[in-house]
């Protein structure tokens, strides 16, 4: 029985999607509801698996645009054409993951060459038919010799539809809004004390440490209380302001940053925040962020630190208003009550549309989040009096 393999639809307005990359080959022997190639679509990528076991016939191109219900393979029952624990296919699987034209591939495979020596003299680098005779050459001419030789060629590749729709938007915001970045710094010891002294017994009942993210997800939803505003959209002739914050945070993906959604982000503690935020990092990680996952969103964070950044401007994430980035920690100099310390410091920077928010928001609302970082316990009683919390009143 044939059955066949067709692009389902991720998600309204999307009609086209590109075929990223097959996961298995055509011929392969798969299992039912094994991943067998990953999609790219204007929002997120994501994977389809097989409905059936059986042997798998690709019909469409890694990299073509398709339709949405077009049909890209077909699977057999029975056996299939390729043995996955023979040499060719463990030789095929090798030059897989090797970036290397097709010739290139030809090549290594007729002269025997080891994968991993090409792999380890040419990092990062899509390996031509010139770059391999060049390998094979100098390796019989002796160590000696073996220089690599330079190259004038050029690597093309068709970007993705998600790069695509990320471009497009990136210039968007720059053209139809009047965005400005706001900057602090805010003394991260008190949380770094926190950490410290209780992530052992936090990871223990919460099966996850205790990170930045989520006290700053905290303060963020604390501070837009007092600046609602900053959570704030344009719609047409009307400024939209949710009574919820749905904060987006910007996470790396294998294809790229997308940024997933805490939903009603208000109503978490930092126990919550921190679980749902290590879900949604993991299922970005896996490429198994859905749009659902990244619909909506009132406010977005981002942190370049993870990356080294010690200080850069968020771009807005349209059709939000504001974004808050957070940076590198790093140890330096500080006068506090007088005396110069040393101090782990992080800048942070608030990037706003200045159509709808005022300077003296956008100021007030990260002076509150700095405050609130510096002392957290300050989290606790954000909207309350403190002695009628206290008194349960």
């Known amino acids: 029985m044939s059955l066949e393999i067709k692009i389902p639809s991720p998600g309204e307005s999307i009609t086209q999607v590109q075929l ?19 999609i790219d679509s204007d929002k997120a990528s994501f994977p389809i698996a097989a409905p059936e076991s059986g ?26 054409k390729k043995v996955t624990n023979s040499p060719t296919h463990q030789l095929t699987n090798s030059q897989a993951e090797l970036h290397a034209s097709p010739l290139a591939k030809k090549i290594i495979e007729e002269k025997k060459v080891n994968v991993q020596e090409i792999q380890k003299a040419f990092p990062g680098k899509k390996i031509t038919r010139k770059d391999i005779e060049s390998f094979v050459s100098q390796k019989k001419e002796g160590p000696q010799l073996n220089r690599l030789q330079g190259s004038r060629e050029e690597d093309r590749k068709k970007l993705t539809t998600l790069r695509l729709k990320l471009a497009e938007r990136l210039v968007s915001v720059k053209n139809q809004t009047a965005m400005l970045t706001t900057f602090n710094e805010i003394n991260m010891s008190t949380v770094l004390h926190i950490k410290a002294k209780h992530n052992e017994e936090f990871k223990d009942r919460f099966g996850t440490g205790i990170g930045f993210m989520s006290f700053f997800a905290k303060a963020v939803t604390l501070a ?10 344009i719609d047409g002739d009307e400024l939209v302001t949710p009574r919820f914050v749905d904060i987006g945070i910007a996470v790396s993906a294998p294809k790229g940053l997308i940024v997933p959604v805490v939903r009603n982000a208000e109503t978490l503690g930092l126990a919550e925040l921190e679980t749902k935020i290590k879900e949604l ?10 749009i659902d996952d990244m619909k909506g969103g009132t406010f977005t964070i981002t942190n370049g630190g993870v990356f080294g950044s010690l200080m850069s401007t968020p771009i807005l994430n349209p059709p939000q208003s504001a974004i808050l980035g957070m940076h ?21 920077a608030l990037s706003y549309d ?30 309350y009096d403190p002695m009628k919390l206290l008194l349960d009143l």
């Open 20 to 38: 990223a990359k097959w996961l298995v080959n055509d011929g392969d022997i798969v299992d039912k509801d094994q991943e067998i190639v990953e």
């Open 55 to 80: 042997t798998i016939k690709i019909l469409t191109k890694e990299g073509e645009t398709v339709s949405v219900g077009a049909v890209i393979a077909t699977i057999e029952s029975g056996e299939g």
């Open 224 to 233: 837009l209380q007092e600046y609602p505003q900053l959570n704030s959209m």
């Open 281 to 290: 990092a993991i299922k970005a990680r896996d490429n198994r962020i859905t």
């Open 328 to 348: 590198k920690m790093q140890e330096r100099p500080i006068a506090l009550n007088g005396q110069v310390v040393i101090a782990p410091m992080m800048y942070v």
């Open 354 to 383: 200045h159509r709808i928010i005022d300077g003296k928001e956008s100021v007030g609302f990260l002076v509150k989040v700095k405050e609130l970082i510096e002392d957290p316990m300050k989290m606790l009683t954000v909207g």
